[in-house]
């Protein structure tokens, strides 16, 4: 039992060190280039994500931006989409791939592909701004409904547990 909790004392400490690394190289981003990563970071894999931030220059990360595809699918968003991805907003007519960087993937799709589909997020519209999806149990949810790719409307919720009962009347027991 002892060295469980030693190995899992190391391995946390581990995580927290890789996370202070991790803030500690977006942080010494210009601020211009800490808005375009948080822009970018939600499409990246983690391993492009850390590659990108252990280029030296803004050059360095911009070509890497070509190399890996992503600056060229930023790109191909109309102007609009841009500014709201950059701002960090959603809003009504913002693309599939727009939401896409704003927030990345959905938690859970359902619908037709394309036509109408609910995509579901897990946690509130801010966190996901600044993080991505949270893929975990998180207290907030937000359901993004879009139309032929454009975003129709979207909420902000707090989902029903698997164990809550709800409004069901307690029952005593016998």
């Known amino acids: 039992m002892r060295r469980i909790r030693h190995i899992l ?6 995580a927290l060190l890789s996370g202070c690394a991790y803030q500690a190289a977006v942080n010494r981003l210009s601020p211009d280039e800490q808005v375009e990563f948080r822009a970018h970071s939600k499409v990246m894999s983690a391993h492009q994500a850390r ?7 803004p050059a360095e990360r911009s070509a890497y931006l070509q190399e890996i595809g992503i600056a060229q699918r ?3 968003l109309n102007a609009e989409d841009q500014a709201s ?3 960090g907003y959603i809003r009504k007519g913002m693309s599939a791939e727009a939401v896409r960087f704003l927030w990345g993937e959905p938690d859970y799709t ?3 592909t ?3 589909e609910r995509w579901i997020y897990a946690g509130s519209a801010l966190d996901l701004t600044e993080s991505g999806n949270q893929y975990g149990n998180v207290s907030t949810q937000v359901e ?3 139309t032929d790719g454009l975003v129709d409307w979207w909420f902000e919720s707090v989902p029903e ?3 809550d009962p709800g409004n069901e009347p307690s029952r005593e027991r016998p």
């Open 74 to 76: 930023f790109e191909a």
């Open 51 to 57: 590659t990108y931030l252990a280029k030296d220059t």
């Open 9 to 14: 004392g190391i391995v946390s400490i581990f």
């Open 161 to 163: 547990s698997q164990d």
């Open 85 to 87: 991805v950059l701002a």
């Open 110 to 112: 359902a619908g037709y």
């Open 144 to 146: 993004v409904h879009l």
């Open 114 to 116: 394309g036509h109408y």
